[in-house]
């Protein structure tokens, strides 16, 4: 399944400006996500993971390039229905947040 996304985020405990509005193209097979979205950074980052999901609740893990912290990073996102949540970190003085966020699927 292909789906058209335009996700919105808030970056809760970071000190930097992101970027809080995402485009992204996710393809789905069984439990396999791959996708290209505009990132928080302002880049081009392309993915791909596992998901799994029951009762609207999902998990995903994967890899994800296009970040300034390495070339390819790992990710976590947790989901409920279209709301997600994941872990952010900054390199420069260690610190440690979370982005919050809503996707609207055409």
Same mark, same amino acid.
């Given at each position: 399944m292909?789906?058209?996304?335009?996700?919105?985020?808030?970056?809760?405990?970071?000190?930097?400006?992101y970027?809080?509005?995402?485009?992204?193209?996710?393809?789905?097979?069984?439990?396999?996500?791959?996708?290209?979205?505009?990132?928080?950074?302002?880049?081009?980052?392309?993915?791909?993971?596992?998901?799994?999901?029951?009762?609207?609740?999902?998990?995903?893990?994967?890899?994800?390039?296009?970040?300034?912290?390495?070339?390819?990073?790992? *990710?976590?996102?947790?989901?409920?229905?279209? *709301?997600?949540?994941?872990?952010a970190?900054?390199?420069?003085?260690?610190?440690?947040?979370?982005? *919050?966020?809503?996707?609207f699927? *055409?």
């Amino acid at each position: 399944m292909l789906d058209l996304i335009i996700a919105l985020s808030l970056h809760v405990g970071l000190k930097e400006d992101y970027n809080e509005v995402h485009p992204h193209i996710r393809y789905t097979h069984d439990d396999i996500i791959t996708g290209v979205y505009y990132n928080s950074e302002k880049e081009i980052s392309a993915y791909v993971g596992q998901r799994w999901e029951k009762y609207n609740c999902g998990i995903e893990v994967g890899i994800v390039s296009g970040y300034s912290i390495a070339p390819v990073v790992p *990710f976590v996102r947790a989901t409920y229905h279209d *709301f997600f949540v994941m872990p952010a970190f900054e390199e420069e003085d260690n610190t440690i947040g979370a982005v *919050f966020g809503y996707e609207f699927k *055409f």
